[in-house]
DNA sequence: TATTTTTGATTGACTGATCAATCAATAAAA
DNA sequence: TTTTATTGATTGATCAGTCAATCAAAAATA
């Protein structure tokens, strides 16, 4: 069986088994043994690949963001204006995979080890402060300095919000109606700085 | 050392410790004896009055919105107007104790918890029901049922968010500028559906 | 080509630490 | 004496992390 060449193949497994894992579970209280075993390998073989679940938690919340990166990315280059270019970053933000119930029960989970693990924090950090520009950037095309730095801060809230309101799927807020509702915040504030 | 009636002040003792060491800790993987020890008592005595370690946790989420919840309705109580008590409902969620950074880590682990917990979960549906009753009943007296129910949603999820986005600890938002947001969102928006 | 050596992949079995939970025992009030 | 409060000691389970051993592919050598 032995392949050369298994690393790579090992950890992207590893860490989708740890996101799969983590979501069904809501929570990080996961073992080393459930992630291996969803990943259909031993658990020594995670330890021997990660050197510790920290560092196998770690690399699964990077590598996750770096595909919602990716995404957004992607989104910005296809629209043209600012205004298309913040409803790019609303919808990717709302996209389906990303709103997905285990999804965001990752992303809880992510956002309390962070208050205990300080790489957790800087990488959800980082994503904050992408957000946060990724707005502030296309607002100030339409707006005052000023306004954008509010607007955009409203809007990362309410973002944020409605993931966490999600989460605990009480009259759960379809995918639509989280789009409508951020993007009416920015129509009607945009409105009102300019009329 | 021992008197009688002790039950009550230990339960107490025990609640508010768990807060504490929840908060402190930043996650609901705090030991027993952890909190037995802040509360000054063994850990068997913590198991003697609360069965389990989930109960105590239960037991504290549930302590701890029943303490929100009267700061909302004496707030509410002090307020005349519909519009003065949307302000004192917002008011309450962002004061000194409960925007504190310990605390929020704390809401965060139970937000997480609820994941899991059937019991933890259904009181921070309660609390959430709550928060939107009590902005939609106030806006319906300034704006039509329609838009009561979607502005209600908006500062509901943007009220979460700041919280959540204030777990971060990075470019923290004052108490000030989150109700200020707050407001502003709502002041825009009644005047955006009347005018 | 055939044979040996090396190296990467992989695991089962084990260890040490941690912790929730239990219980028997003690001490003081009623 | 009965009841309530309290704890130290202990148990049983769970888990992260380690390690020595195995297996097979690849590389080196004959």
Redo the contacts between chains.
């Keep these: 069986m032995p392949k050369i060449g298994m690393e790579p193949v090992r950890r992207k497994a590893l860490v989708d088994a740890a996101m799969r894992v983590i979501g069904d579970?809501?929570?990080l209280?996961v073992t080393m043994s459930e992630i291996a075993k969803q990943a259909g390998v031993s658990p020594a073989l995670a330890h021997h690949y990660f050197g510790s679940k920290e560092q196998l938690l770690i690399e699964t919340v990077r590598v996750h963001l770096q595909r919602l990166r990716d995404s957004v990315v992607t989104a910005l280059r296809a629209a043209t204006t600012p205004r298309e270019k913040l409803s790019a970053v609303i919808r990717v933000s709302f996209q389906a995979d990303q709103f997905a119930p285990e999804t965001i029960?990752a992303w809880?989970?992510f956002?309390?080890?962070?208050?205990?693990s300080e790489e957790t924090?800087r990488f959800?950090?980082i994503y904050?402060?992408r957000l946060?520009s990724n707005l502030v950037a296309n607002l100030k095309a339409l707006c005052a300095a000023g306004d954008a730095e509010?607007i955009a801060?409203?809007a990362?809230?309410?973002?944020?919000?409605?993931?966490?309101?999600q989460?605990?799927?009480?009259?759960p807020?379809s995918t639509e109606?989280s789009i409508a509702?951020t993007e009416?915040?920015l129509t009607?504030?945009l409105?009102?700085v300019k009329g």
Aim: hydrophobic share 45%; proline share 0%.
């Design positions: 579970h809501g929570s209280a029960a809880l989970a956002y309390a080890e962070a208050q205990r924090r959800l950090v904050a402060r946060h509010r801060e409203g990362a809230a309410m973002i944020d919000g409605l993931y966490i309101r989460s605990l799927r009480s009259a807020i109606a509702l009416d915040y009607t504030n409105d009102a």
